[in-house]
């Protein structure tokens, strides 16, 4: 595990930090000594998908390297603005399963709640990026109706909160909607992504476990890692908090060009997760979303990291590679070479 990167003095409260994001690209450049020429791109791409980042992630940043793998999830780049075949605003189609707002129901046993509309970073692959959050943000009358499509649906016994990212919600707000969840007697699991435990770990508090948890519930929190370099020592406190707590703690990851495309970093990343309490998941196939082409790595590709990979880790520390095809009753499993 990387060394704690901020020192103790310097860690701010979840709330406090949520304040001073990072969103202007030319603070970013100037902070990280890189070259000029990346700013005006930058601050082209970022008028489509602004550029949002914590300081905790932005210090496990190398300064200087422009190809660092942290920094090439949040640097809006100019090849976001380049047309692709084939790559769409809604690449999941999640427009047809969105039967009222702030509910996505696509698959049988489980339904997902928009439940917060803003993330604390905005990583630039995010097949969101385009969601029409604005008709998603919901009222309290409109909490309701979402939750009375989850009571008159018995064959759902999984209730996913996503986004946004849920932990951006206050505690306060969090504890009602779990126990509004909870009082529906045919769900028997919460689960919750969210990078918070990766780009902002003091959001992981006693007060959130206390917040997400439920006797009636079994809570899994699915986490999103994409390079070893995002672990540092306060994820793993945070992560130690969230298993401590009989939360279970998976991680999903997106196979990204020049970021984790290669099996000795995917290698590393599993064992570091596994160190730190956290069971590798998901390795999913890049969504076709208009502005990430340049993260797509080929199937082909693909196929054979996946093989190398099956070869460096034991069988439960590697993650499934998997493809979301629209309108698939689950997850496409991608086979190696
Ligand atoms: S944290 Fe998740 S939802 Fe938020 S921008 Fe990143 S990938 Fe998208």
């Known amino acids: 595990m990387i060394p704690r990167t901020v020192p103790t003095w310097q860690i701010k409260s979840w709330q406090e930090e949520l304040k001073q994001l990072i969103q202007n690209p030319k603070t970013l450049i100037d902070r990280l000594q890189l070259d000029r020429e990346w700013l005006e791109p930058a601050e082209k791409a970022a008028r489509h998908f602004p550029l949002r980042l914590t300081e905790s992630y932005f210090s496990r940043i190398r300064p200087g390297d422009p190809h660092d793998p942290l920094l090439r999830q949040v640097l809006p780049l100019g090849e976001e603005l380049e047309a692709a075949p084939g790559y769409d605003k809604d690449p999941l189609d999640e427009s047809r399963f969105n039967p009222v707002p702030g509910l996505v129901h696509k698959y049988r046993s489980r339904v997902l709640l928009i439940a917060a509309t803003q993330c604390a970073i905005n990583c630039r692959y995010c097949f969101r990026r385009h969601f029409p959050y604005e008709d998603n943000q919901l009222s309290r009358p409109e909490w309701q109706a979402a939750l009375d499509y989850v009571r008159q649906a018995p064959e759902v016994n999984e209730v996913i909160l996503s986004g ?147 070869t460096l880790l034991p069988g439960y520390l590697v993650p499934k590679l998997v493809r979301e095809t629209p309108h698939e009753g689950s997850k496409t499993p991608v086979s190696p070479a």
């Open 164 to 310: 946004g990212d849920p932990l951006s919600l206050g505690d306060k707000h969090l504890a009602w909607l779990v126990q509004q969840i909870a009082d529906i007697t045919h769900i028997k699991r919460l689960r919750i992504h969210s990078r918070y435990p990766v780009i902002l770990p003091t959001r992981i508090t006693d007060e959130l476990v206390g917040a997400v948890s439920h006797p009636r519930l079994r809570t899994v929190m699915v986490m999103h890692c994409n390079h070893p370099q995002e672990i540092d020592e306060e994820v793993g406190r945070g992560v130690a908090t969230l298993v401590r707590a009989g939360i279970q703690v998976l991680n999903q990851s997106v196979l990204l060009k020049k970021i984790n495309d290669n099996s000795r970093i995917l290698a590393t990343l599993s064992e570091s997760l596994f160190d730190i309490g956290v069971q590798p998941y998901y390795l999913h196939l890049l969504d076709k979303v208009e502005g990430a082409a340049h993260f797509a790595v080929s199937d082909e590709d693909a196929k054979t990291l996946y093989g190398e990979l099956l």
